[in-house]
Every structure is written in C-alpha cells, then in structure tokens.
C-alpha cells in the first residue's frame, strides 16, 4: 500500500510557541490530505481537509487561524499549530488519498504533541 | 449525515478463541467501510474494506468482516485470535455520494486478547 510519513513523530514545546508537522506521501501523488486529532482513549476527529494548491476546510469548532494548514504540493502538507497552549497536547494523524485511490485513505504514523 | 457505532468500549478474549468486533453505520448513501487497527502511539494500520462486491471481505492478518446491508452492520472477525491482536480497533464509513473523501470514524473498541 501507498507510505505516508509525518514528521516529527515527537515534540514538546513551551506554551506560546509555533509548532509545524509535516505529512508526506512517499510514493504517490496526494490530491487531497487529511488533518485528524485524537485524545487518549478516544476516536479520531477530523480537523481539516486539503486540496493541493487550494485553501483548506475546516470542520466545525476548528480555528483556522490556530491551526494553519498548507498543501502547496501533491506530496506534502503541513500543519502548523500557532501559539500552543496545553490544551492544544494531543496525538495529529495524517492522512492523504490520491486520485489513484479514491476510495482509501492512507494514514501516516502520527505526531505526538506536548505543550508545556 | 453518516455515523458509526462501535457498541462495545472493550472486547476480551481467550488466545485461540475466535474474536468478532462490532460495528454499525449509518449513511444516506451507499457505504464504503473500512476497519483500521491501532497500536499503541502509533497510526492507523488498514485491515479490510467494502466497497462493492462479496459481502464477506478478507483482509490483512487473518481478519475477515462481512457486510449486511438489512442490519447496517460491518463486524470485524477472525477465527483465531493471537495476542499480538490486541489493540484499539477502529471502523469508518464513508458516503461517497454524499460527502466525498470524508471519513467517519466509530469511537474505537480495545480489544484484549488474553494468552
């Protein structure tokens, strides 16, 4: 099946401080990426959704402005979450579909993030 | 809209014995369902999915799900559990009618395979 990596797979950052996570699909062209988040114990939640080389969409009680995401080319997206607070500490999970494979979606390994 | 429902937090099984995890849906459309595995900080692994075809659907490391349409269900099974099964087991759907890529995702189900 088609590779999907996110780096970091780890970070820690203090409270007020930018923290960007890069999703990658390694052996396909990625039309559209996926941005989920999932707290211990719970189901994914689905942030955003990104089309190459348009703005993303955002699910309802998502700010775009805290959690900035830009899909500038078919194998790369990238979260970046502004100004962190420790609410925002959380496990993102990527995932990127392809015209190829319309019907699947293909996850990365996820990015473990603490805001101190 | 589409939802999913896993009706049960924790399954637990004796290794050897045959597993099933639930999962049913609800779509406008026709479904497209998906089982994913989890471990432990780690993302999604694909299991199986339906999308047309047999109702009985074979996947990855002996895990098979049959769909039934008249229960909207999706039950993920395999004859045999291992230990090395247990993990935090996800079923999705998606309405490809209706709301394109988007997946849904059901709240997960811990399994716990017991040698």
């Known amino acids: 099946g088609a590779v999907v990596s996110q780096h970091p797979s780890r970070v820690i950052c203090k409270s007020g401080t930018s923290v960007k996570i890069e999703c990658r699909s390694l052996?396909?062209?990625?039309?559209?990426m996926f941005w989920y988040r999932q707290f211990p114990k719970q189901s994914l939640m689905l942030m955003a959704t990104?089309?190459?080389?348009?703005?993303?969409?955002?699910e309802q009680g998502v700010e775009k402005d805290k959690f900035l995401i830009n899909h500038a080319s078919l194998t790369l997206s990238t979260l970046t979450v502004t100004s962190a607070h420790p609410e925002d500490s959380s496990f993102y999970i990527c995932?990127?579909?392809?015209?190829?494979?319309?019907?699947?979606?293909?996850f990365g390994p996820g990015t473990r993030l603490t805001v101190l | 809209a589409q939802s999913v429902a896993q009706p049960e937090d924790q399954v637990n099984v004796a290794e050897g014995n045959p597993l099933t995890v639930k999962c049913t849906y609800s779509v406008s459309g026709n479904p497209y369902l998906f089982w994913y595995v989890q471990y432990p900080n780690r993302g999604l692994q694909f299991l199986l999915k339906?999308?047309?075809?047999?109702?009985l659907v074979k996947g990855s490391y002996g895990f098979e799900a049959e769909f039934n349409k008249s229960q909207t269900s999706f039950h993920l099974k395999k004859p045999s559990a291992l230990v090395s099964d247990s993990a935090l087991y996800f079923c999705a759907v998606r309405d490809m009618e209706n709301y394109g890529q988007n997946f849904v995702f059901g709240p997960g189900t811990r399994l716990s395979v017991l040698p």
């Open positions: 995932s990127a579909a392809g015209l190829a494979s319309y019907n699947e979606q293909f």
């Open positions: 990104s089309n190459e080389g348009s703005k993303a969409t955002y």
């Open positions: 339906y999308i047309t075809g047999d109702n």
């Open positions: 052996d396909f062209q990625a039309t559209t």
